[in-house]
């Protein structure tokens, strides 16, 4: 069996990804500045959790030693500051500090979790390009390397869906929306999954760039509507312009947690939609949105998974 290094392993899709692999059978290893965040990757014997920060200098050389392969989940959709730092710290730095220590511990397979529109000659928000950027640096190195760019990842325990849940619960009556004719391609956090297990799988991947779309297209608008209708809840979904949108990002900007920022507003100019079919090339069908909708909701607001199923049954 194979060993993985898998950098943000503890979170929405890393912890899927190493229990997945585990059950296989691989050693994984899951660097992390907060060992209790992956108490629940304790349970799979395979899984060594090491308190380590991935930054500090030869931390990476140290973790790589004698892995078969890596897998970058590291990523960040906001920063703490305005200027791009934050984004270049978290995807184009740390970039380079795998990359070198790959080559110092003699490692040559490495899957990046990317992004729709990472790179884009038209993308302006930091999060687009910084991950373009981190491509580049993949695709110059010595690396066989392989770039998987997802559209929104969904799934129970997700932070998309189940945040619109959330609001729509807070909110009464009628909810404004920013930016709701951006569209995206929702994939299954599984398909995901079996999609990067099938590259670590598959050494004819190496060099290729992948973009990942689920079954089915929807502006953020028919996303949202049909959460409210799932849950049950009577709502009046308002898109906002452009203008407006752009106005509530700046204001939010300075929110604790940025719920939506500037540089959110940015990324959601261009569609989340593939032009080539990723899935397909390893023959992997994706999941239904809108058959997945009600699982992955099932922990929303105060509605059970079954109520949720039977009023989507129109039971």
């Given at each position: 069996?194979?060993?993985?290094?898998?950098?943000?392993?503890?979170?929405?899709?890393?912890?899927r990804?190493?229990?997945?692999?585990?059950?296989?059978?691989?050693?994984?290893?899951?660097?992390?500045?907060?060992p209790?965040?992956?108490?629940?990757?304790?349970?799979?014997?395979?899984?060594?959790?090491?308190?380590?920060?991935?930054?500090?200098?030869?931390?990476?050389?140290?973790?790589?030693?004698?892995?078969?392969?890596?897998?970058?989940?590291?990523?960040?959709?906001?920063?703490?500051?305005?200027?791009?730092?934050?984004?270049?710290?978290?995807?184009?730095?740390?970039?380079?500090?795998?990359?070198?220590?790959?080559?110092?511990?003699?490692?040559?397979?490495?899957?990046?979790l990317?992004?729709?529109?990472?790179?884009?000659?038209?993308?302006?928000?930091?999060?687009?390009?910084?991950?373009?950027?981190?491509?580049?640096?993949?695709?110059k190195?010595?690396?066989?390397?392989?770039?998987?760019?997802?559209?929104?990842?969904?799934?129970?325990?997700?932070d998309f869906?189940?945040?619109?849940?959330?609001?729509?619960?807070?909110?009464?009556?009628?909810?404004?929306?920013?930016?709701?004719?951006?569209?995206?391609?929702?994939?299954?956090?599984?398909?995901?999954?079996s999609?990067?297990?099938?590259?670590?799988?598959?050494?004819?991947?190496?060099?290729?760039?992948?973009?990942?779309?689920?079954?089915?297209?929807?502006?953020?608008?028919?996303?949202?509507?049909?959460?409210?209708?799932?849950?049950?809840?009577?709502?009046?979904?308002i898109?906002?312009?452009?203008?407006?949108?752009?106005?509530?990002?700046?204001?939010?900007?300075?929110?604790?947690?940025?719920?939506?920022?500037?540089?959110?507003?940015?990324?959601?100019?261009?569609?989340s939609?593939?032009?080539?079919d990723?899935?397909?090339?390893?023959?992997?069908?994706?999941?239904?949105?809108?058959?997945?909708l009600?699982?992955?909701?099932?922990?929303?607001?105060?509605?059970?998974?079954?109520d949720?199923?039977?009023?989507?049954?129109?039971?």
């Amino acid at each position: 069996m194979a060993s993985y290094c898998i950098p943000g392993g503890t979170g929405f899709i890393g912890s899927r990804l190493v229990a997945h692999l585990a059950n296989r059978g691989h050693r994984i290893t899951v660097p992390t500045r907060d060992p209790e965040r992956a108490r629940h990757l304790r349970i799979q014997p395979s899984v060594k959790i090491v308190r380590a920060d991935v930054f500090a200098p030869g931390t990476l050389a140290s973790l790589l030693t004698g892995a078969d392969a890596v897998v970058n989940l590291i990523g960040i959709l906001n920063e703490s500051g305005r200027d791009g730092r934050g984004f270049r710290r978290a995807h184009v730095e740390l970039m380079e500090a795998l990359i070198a220590a790959c080559e110092s511990s003699g490692v040559s397979r490495l899957v990046q979790l990317s992004a729709l529109n990472a790179g884009a000659a038209q993308a302006s928000s930091h999060y687009l390009r910084s991950k373009g950027e981190a491509e580049a640096l993949l695709r110059k190195s010595q690396l066989d390397w392989t770039i998987l760019q997802p559209s929104v990842v969904f799934g129970p325990g997700d932070d998309f869906l189940n945040r619109f849940a959330g609001l729509l619960r807070l909110i009464p009556f009628a909810f404004t929306l920013p930016m709701p004719n951006t569209r995206f391609a929702p994939i299954h956090v599984d398909d995901l999954v079996s999609t990067i297990t099938r590259v670590l799988d598959k050494p004819e991947t190496t060099h290729q760039t992948l973009q990942l779309c689920g079954a089915e297209t929807f502006t953020l608008k028919e996303i949202v509507q049909m959460i409210s209708d799932t849950l049950g809840l009577n709502r009046r979904i308002i898109g906002m312009s452009k203008g407006l949108s752009r106005a509530q990002a700046a204001w939010m900007d300075f929110v604790p947690g940025k719920p939506f920022s500037t540089d959110n507003y940015r990324s959601m100019l261009l569609d989340s939609v593939c032009t080539e079919d990723g899935l397909q090339r390893l023959g992997i069908k994706p999941r239904s949105l809108t058959a997945n909708l009600a699982t992955t909701l099932a922990g929303a607001g105060m509605h059970t998974h079954f109520d949720i199923c039977r009023r989507t049954a129109g039971r």
